[in-house]
Structures are given as structure tokens and as C-alpha cells.
């Protein structure tokens, strides 16, 4: 049966429920006070009423005219009595009023504690969905922005608040997969532009006709630069991968091999500054499980580091170990003193050490923040710290993987 329009009912909102709840629970709490008084009060007036009374005293006189005297005495006294005590009631009210307070005191005591405990239950029950909407959302992270908290129940503020939070995370989801898509289609699109330059500078250069040396020396440069960009935009690529858990190829590698690969791509660069370079990563064996190109993108950014950013005659020290289920590698390298608070900004994109090395070519600025983004994608962290006689120290924890065979993969492997 459908009401007139006129009629206008409240919502069932958790206001109004709660309301009423709450209202529902008072009266029963009051009946039950009213009732506890009530049953006090007529148990104390039974007892009152209960007196002597003149007819009692006539019962089983003895016979005779003495007996009558002395009927009539005591006649007249249980009257005169019964006179007194209409006349004087205030004890008997006072002793009644003293006993209602004393009943309603306990019976007000008990159903306070009573409500409390029932208003404790209810509220439970009602507040439910705010405690599940809590959990499902500090479990949802951007690995998992598919998920949804589907809040059940009245079309009331919980059941609203849920669906804007659905639509919430629908939203930033479709947002993240457009930036995946971003990120799967950018190493094409923006190196094909590269590629078409690399091949107008060699075809300026392999004409016939002499080619002046400037502009032998201009192709140079622009090579160079080129490859720059291209180094920047692998950065950028790896760096975005990382940071949206894209992990290909899950492989379980021990450290020192990717130590030992990286050191090897690094030997020229060791000779040419003349380093002196302590390698113990073979007796730690630490095992790690992930994406073999970031994680050997990671250790080769730690190492490039130690050395692009090292002294003349320098050192770097290389040790890994495996204890309590995790995996670490520590890199340390000599150098000049460093400012802890700037070492710390060091895992951020584009951050170094000093303005004199903006502009040159020791690096982007992205290397350390891409081996942050890489092992935080491998449930990993990274810690830097200045070292008190100079120089850095990079520590990468990850979690630990079973020992396996030894790895037949190229050293050469890129990410």
C-alpha cells in the first residue's frame, strides 16, 4: 500500500535509526525503574497497614461486667490510638518517602549499567560498516585499486559514503592504467624521433663531397647529447616501471652474481679513476627473488654511483649478507665530507650533491631514486648515510629468497 504524497516519512538514515534505538532503549529502562519502585513502595505500605485494630480487642473478652469495663478501656484506647496516628501520619510518610528514594537510587544504578551496556552493543552493530569501509580501504593500495568496498545495507549517509569512495577509486584507477599505457607506449614513441636523428647526422656525414670539420664537430656533439637522451629517457622508463610494481621476467638471483656483472660493465671506469675496489659479496650468500632487469638496474645504479661520484685514486667497498629473511647489499665509497640532510633528499628524482655537479656529466639525478623505486617495488628498502670520514654509504634490503642453482643468465642483461 503506497501513502499519499502528503505523507511525508523521515529517511531511514543511521540518525533516525539510532534515534529510535536509542528512544526504544529509555522506555524500557524506565518501565523497568517504575516497576522496581512500585513493587518497593506496595511491599512497605502492606507492611504499615497491617496494625491492630478495635475489633481485634473485643474478640474472647471474658464474661461480666468487669469484663465489659475492661472491654470498653481498651476500646477506648485502640481509638484513641487510631485517633493519634490519623492525626500524626508524617512518620509512616516519611519512613515511605526514605524507602521509594532508597529503591529508586538502586533501581536507577542498575539500569544505567544496563543501557550503557545494550547502548554499547547497538552502537557496535550500527557503526559495523564504518569499521569494514576502514579495513577494505587501508588495504587497497595502487597495486589493487580493482577492488571495492560494496557497502551493503539502507540507502542511508554509510551506504552513500561507501559509493562516493567507490567511485573514488574507479576514477583514480582508470587514472593509473592510463599512466601504464603511458609508460608501455613512451620507449617507442619518443625514441623513434631519436633514431630518425641519429640517421639524418649519418647521413649528413656519409656524402660524397668533403664534409667541413665543423660540422664533423657539431655531429659529434649532437651525438652525444643524443645519447644523453637517451640514457635520461631509459632513466625515466625504469623509474615509471618500477614505481607502478610493472616487474617482468620474476626470477630468484644471488646478489653477487649482479655484483659481479655490474663490476664488470664498471671496469673501465674503475681503471680510467684508478680505484681500488673490495668485493666480499661472494661470502655473503644473499638470495633475492624479482624482476632480474630492475634488480640488476639497482645494483648497477648503487655501483655506478660509488664510482661516477668518487675521488682520484679512490675506493669502493661491496659486501652482501642474508640474515632473520632478508637479503642486503652495502656499497661504500670514499670522498669528500657530505651533508647527512642532503644525503637524505638523495632518493628523490632529480636531487644532488653541490650545484657544481648540475650541468656535467656525472649522472641525471635519477639513479639513486630509481634504485629506491625499484626495491620499494620489491617490498624493499634503501637507506643513505654519510660517512663521518667521507664519502656515502648505500644499504638495499629486500627480502630474501631460497637458494637455488646459479643463474646462466648474460651478464650483459639490461633493464
Known sequence: MRLPKWVRLPRRTVRVRLTALYSLLF?????????????VAVGSSSVAVSTPTVHGHLAGLPPGALGRADAQIRSLKSAIALLESQQNPQPNQSQLGHTLLFASLVALGIMTVVSAALGW????RALRPVRQMTTTAQRISEDNLHERLTVTGPKDELKELGDT???LLGRLDHAFSAQRRFVANASHELRTPLTTM???LDVALAKPEPVPPQTVALAARLRTELDRIDKLLEAFLVLARAQHRSLPGHVSLPLDYIVGAALADQAAAIRAMDLTVQDTSGQGGAWV???QALLTRMVENVIDNAVCHNAEGGWVRISTQASEGRARIVVENGG??????????LSQ???RLGADRIGTDRGSGLGLSIVAAIAEAH??????????????????ELPAAAARAAPTVPAEARA
Do not use: K, M, W, Y
Open 198 to 200: 641519429r640517421a639524418a
Open 349 to 351: 628524482p632529480f636531487r
Open 121 to 124: 552493543l547497538v552502537a557496535g
Open 379 to 396: 617490498g624493499g628498502t634503501l637507506d643513505l648515510q654519510a660517512r663521518s670520514g667521507g664519502g656515502l654509504r648505500v644499504c638495499v
Open 289 to 291: 627473488a624479482g624482476s
Open 165 to 167: 569512495i567507490d567511485g
Open 336 to 345: 669528500e665530507p657530505l651533508d647527512p640532510e642532503q644525503v637524505a633528499q
Open 27 to 39: 522506555l524500557i529502562s524506565g518501565a523497568l525503574l517504575l516497576a522496581i519502585a512500585s513493587g
